[in-house]
Structures are given as C-alpha cells and as structure tokens.
C-alpha cells in the first residue's frame, strides 16, 4: 500500500516541480528521490510496516508482489540514473515525463496487488494511459505520432476485451463475484461462459504484453517512440504485467488449469517462433531489440503454463535480468548516431567499455552461461519440465534461444570483428559508463549467485 499511495503522491509533486523550478537537474533529482523512496517504502512493506486503510480487501499485499514491486523500481531507478539525461531531449516537460513514469508505477503497483478483476482493470489502465503519451511525446516526429496512435487504438480494443472478458466471468460466478479467489467456486453449468471470459482475459493480457499473435502493435510503437521511453516500456512495464498476469491465472483460474493450458502452450510457442525468426531479418537493432522483447515474451509465458514455485521463482529472477540488460543496451543504443547494425561497426576500438558492457548485456539476453538470462531461461525452462507435460514446448523454446543468439551476435560481431567509425553523437561520461559497468556485474553476480536473489522468495505467501 505504501507504494502505490507514494507513487501516486510523487507523480503530483513532479507535476508542480516543474511550476517551481526550470533547472532540469533538480527536476532530475527529485525523481531520483522519489524512486529511492518508493524503494524504501516497499522494503517497509515487506516488514509488514504499511499504511493501514481498509481497501475492503480489494487488494492483496504478498512478498510475490512485492518483490515484484521491488525490482520494477530498482529497474526504474538505474534507467533513470543512466537515460534521465535524454529525456531532456525529447522535448522541453521534463516534470511532466518524470510526473508520468510515477503514474506509471502506481498503476503497477496495483497491477501486482489486486485481488478483484476492477482493481486488475485500473491498475492496467492508470499504466496505459500515461504510456500513450510518453509513446507520442516527441511531437515533432510523425513516426511518434503515428506510434502512439496504433498503440492507444489497440491498447483501446485490447481494453474492451478485457471488460467483456470481466463481464462474462461475473456472469458465470454462482456469487456474482470480482475477486479472483472466488472465480471458480461452484462451477457447473456456467463453465462454457467461464471458459470464455478466460480466453478474452488471456487474449486481452496477452495485447498488453506483445504475445503473438497480438503483438502487431510493439513494432512499430517500440520503433516510433522515442528511445529512451522504449526502454522503460519494453522492461518494468512487461515484467509487471506478468507479475500481474501469473497472479490472476494462478489465484483465480488455476483450479481449470488443464482446460485452458494448451491454448497458452500455442500462444508461447507463437510468440517464440514470430519473435525470434522476425528479429532475425531486421536491419535497424532498435527495431530487432522490439522484435526481441516479443521473444522474450515467450520465455516468460512459460511460467504461466507451470505456475508452479519454481516458475514465480523464475519469473522475479527473469523479471530483474531481463530488465537489466535491455535497459543498458538501450541506455548505449540512445547515445549512437545510427541505429543500424553497421552503425556498430568498430565500436570497441572507439569505446571499449561500451562495447565490453554491450556484450555482457546481449550474452545476458541469450542466455549465455555465466549471466544472469541463463539462469532465468533455466528456471522457465524447468518449471514447465517439473510439470511433466508440454516436453515439446520446452525443447522448441531451447531451439528458439539458439536462433536468438544469431541476432545478438550480429551486434558483438559488429563492434569487435568488422571496421568502421562506430561512435557516439557525444563522449559518454566517466559516470555513465561506471553505471554501464554497475549493472552489467549485477548481470553477471544473478548469473553466478542467482540463488541469492531466489532466497528472497522464501517467504512467499502462495499455500500449495
């Protein structure tokens, strides 16, 4: 609760900053206050010291959650740290961005909490509605404009599947009930309409995730957006969704798991597929990085096929590697002149950290030993398999990570083992690049001690 209530709270201070001050850096600042607040705030929640308001139990506070929470704003954070200097570029609402990506948060953090399908419904919907904006901030850019567009008008449809979705499966409730713990009590011959309210739910979640095959909006959004939101959109937004998204199917549907799991196994091997085989043929690595976090996709949906405890261990360790390591390369991708593959060309003669911390991020995304994506691949991978159906699935999902190496190869390839003037528009700072070398050795401590984030796990409240 207290995060939600500070990041609501924040989002308004930042609106006023910039009423108060035009420095750019103190605006900066406050933000950067404010998510190490909302870190120490969720801490406090995890110790049990919250504000105590009677929600009437519309939402539910567990250590699954919360360390959801956690890692989206940690996330938040280092992205801040290493890419709020470029949001200055986009345009002259600083405040106004920064005001945004706390709405953001909040809806998140109710996002992970929820206990009743409205509450599951505001939470998507206070996250989604800033994300159109930021998606068309630049104004000056018609591929912007046109990216927000696709993505308010099916983040729209996506949203009235949802509804007719909530509407069907309260219907079908022998109570006449929203909280998901109660979905599926006493159902005999409303199961047909049950069934239906959970595909739209599947079908409307997995718009707001980019799973195939209604994923045909992230392209072109990713691509269209400004950089810098790109990579808070493609890592802390989709993983707390599918924080979000494990928690409705486990909690509210997981008693019908057999009827629905197949029609999850075709949409992950989908997504897997269209992920991976699309990224291969791009040329730009903004593009293909799109393309990419729709593969990525399909590895996390995995734990949706097992919910099991291994596969909520593996999504938080997922969640944190993932977000990691796109958001570093990001953080280098904004600061080159061309986004192309060949604008990669020679980059490690011209900035060898940059080119060394690159690395450790595509080897991360890989899946590569030694990194914190092997271990999150290997939970995903195992959760299914301790479930002892879906074999095929796992071994298709292995042959998908060894296609994805080619294109993230591409890229080291390009930076150690082909010349050019690969370069950056301006010389990147000895902080930034101290940053860039902090979060790739979080990178590589989750690949060699993932244990030590899993431990946090012990305490989770789920009852088997």
């Not at 953001?104 to 998507?124: K, Y």
């Not at 593009?287 to 990525?296: K, N, V, W």
């Not at 690969?422 to 902080?431: V, Y």
């Amino acid at each position: 609760m207290n995060s939600i209530l500070l990041s609501a709270i924040w989002g308004i201070v930042m609106m006023f900053s910039g009423v108060f001050t035009q420095s750019k850096s103190a605006i900066r600042y406050t933000a950067i206050l404010g998510l190490i607040l909302l870190l120490l705030v969720t801490c406090m929640d995890l110790g049990g010291c919250r504000v105590d308001i009677n929600v009437h139990k519309m939402l539910y506070f567990d250590t699954f959650g919360m360390l959801g929470n956690s890692i989206a704003f940690a996330s938040t954070l280092i992205y801040v740290l290493l890419s709020g200097r470029d949001m200055e570029k986009v345009g002259h609402n600083l405040a106004e961005y920064f005001a945004l990506v706390f709405f953001i948060l909040c809806g998140l953090s109710i996002v992970t909490s929820f206990n009743t399908l409205l509450m599951l419904f505001l939470g998507i919907e206070i996250m989604s509605i800033p994300l159109y904006i930021l998606t068309g901030s630049d104004k000056r850019n018609l591929k912007s404009n046109e990216a927000s567009l696709k993505y308010f008008l099916m983040g729209s449809f996506s949203t009235g599947l949802m509804l007719l979705g909530i509407a069907l499966l309260y219907g079908a409730s022998s109570t006449g009930t929203f909280f998901i713990d109660d979905l599926w009590a006493g159902k005999t011959s409303s199961e047909p309409l049950f069934m239906a309210g959970i595909l739209l739910m599947l079908v409307s979640m997995g718009f707001k995730v980019s799973a195939a095959p209604f994923h045909f909006w992230t392209p072109d959004a990713y691509d269209g957006a400004p950089t810098v939101f790109t990579s808070f959109m493609a890592t802390v937004v989709k993983v707390s969704i599918f924080v979000g998204f494990v928690r409705l199917f486990d909690e509210g549907f997981g008693a019908s798991k057999e009827k629905w799991q197949l029609f999850v196994a075709l949409v992950t091997a989908a997504t897997l597929f269209i992920g991976n085989i699309t990224a291969v043929f791009q040329q730009s690595v903004k593009r293909m990085l799109a393309y990419s976090s729709i593969a990525q996709a399909g590895f996390m949906l995995l734990s949706l096929m097992a919910l099991n405890q291994v596969s909520k261990e593996g999504i938080l360790l997922y969640a944190g590697a993932y977000s990691l390591a796109t958001i570093g390369i990001f953080a280098i991708l904004i600061r080159m002149k061309d986004y192309t593959f060949e604008g990669f060309n020679g980059l490690a003669k011209q900035q060898p950290v940059l080119a060394a911390t690159c690395t450790i991020f595509l080897l991360s995304l890989a899946g590569i030993p030694l990194t914190g994506g092997f271990f999150a691949k290997y939970y995903m991978l195992s959760s299914v398999v301790a479930t002892g159906h879906y074999l095929w699935l796992v071994i298709f999902a292995v042959l998908c990570a060894a296609v994805s190496v080619y294109y993230y190869f591409r890229v080291i390839q390009a930076m150690y083992f082909k010349d050019g003037d690969g370069s950056t528009e301006e010389q990147p700072s000895a902080g930034f690049k101290g940053l860039l070398v902090f979060v790739a050795a979080l990178i590589l401590l989750l690949g060699i001690f993932p244990q030590t984030l899993l431990d946090l796990l012990s305490k989770i409240v789920y009852i088997y």
